[in-house]
């Protein structure tokens, strides 16, 4: 059964850099796209973008000034860095397993990591 | 960027009754239509991919439908189990999107 784990600070100050890493256990990080998706409170699900295993990724247009997303495979992991924060990317970040395909649904998810952002 | 506007927003439904959930997408997205249920504090859980295929372990109860633009996440026989946020996510273009979420309650 994959699992997966965030892992990073839980406050980050306005302007400063947000970076979280993913451990990937139960399964290899070989062969899959990963993605990373966050929920403000009370909101929906924002597709933040993803990555394949050979490191070609995808952002969404909103974030992409500012988001970098790595792997590492020797590690098993990869990792979000949003650079610039504000109050607005107050959220719980998800990192998961894009199942098969890039276009295929998102199967297995991390628990979250609730990151506020203030000073 | 394709927007997806699910309705209904809630629903207070009554167990062993059957819940329609609708999706519409503002462009053709083919099969590419996944739904996800979220419980309070967790995180969601990929409960129907491709429109109508049912993930692995997912009660028989929950099924889906539809291509286009128009989809369908339906429950048969609630169960108290089955309150929660549910979402609908596309995967056709980028950004992918996710609707806004109906939230099931339980009478």
């Known amino acids: 059964q994959v699992q997966l784990q965030e892992s990073g600070p839980g406050l980050v100050k306005p302007s400063e850099t947000l970076s979280l890493t993913c451990s990937v256990s139960g399964g290899s990080i070989n062969s899959y796209y990963w993605t990373w998706i966050r929920q403000p409170p009370g909101k929906g699900l924002e597709w933040i973008g993803y990555i394949y295993y050979s490191g070609s990724t995808n952002y969404n247009p909103s974030l992409k000034s500012r988001v970098t997303i790595s792997v590492d495979t020797s590690k098993n992991q990869f990792s979000l860095k949003l650079r610039s924060v504000t109050a607005a990317d107050t959220a719980v970040y998800y990192c998961a397993r894009v199942g098969g395909s890039s276009s295929t649904g998102i199967d297995y998810w991390g628990q979250g990591n609730l990151v506020t952002v203030s000073s | 960027e394709i927007v997806l506007t699910q309705s209904p927003d809630f629903q207070s439904v009554t167990p062993k009754e059957k819940v329609t959930i609708t999706c519409r997408a503002s462009q053709s997205i083919g099969s590419s239509l996944h739904w996800y249920q979220q419980k309070p504090d967790q995180s969601p859980k990929l409960l129907i991919k491709?429109?109508?295929q049912s993930f692995s372990g997912v009660p028989s109860r929950f099924s889906g439908s539809g291509s286009g633009t128009d989809f369908t996440l339906t429950i048969n026989s609630l169960e108290a189990e089955d309150a929660a946020t549910y979402y609908c996510h596309q995967s056709s273009s980028l950004p992918q999107t996710f609707g806004q979420g109906t939230k099931v309650e339980i009478k």
């Open positions: 491709y429109a109508s």
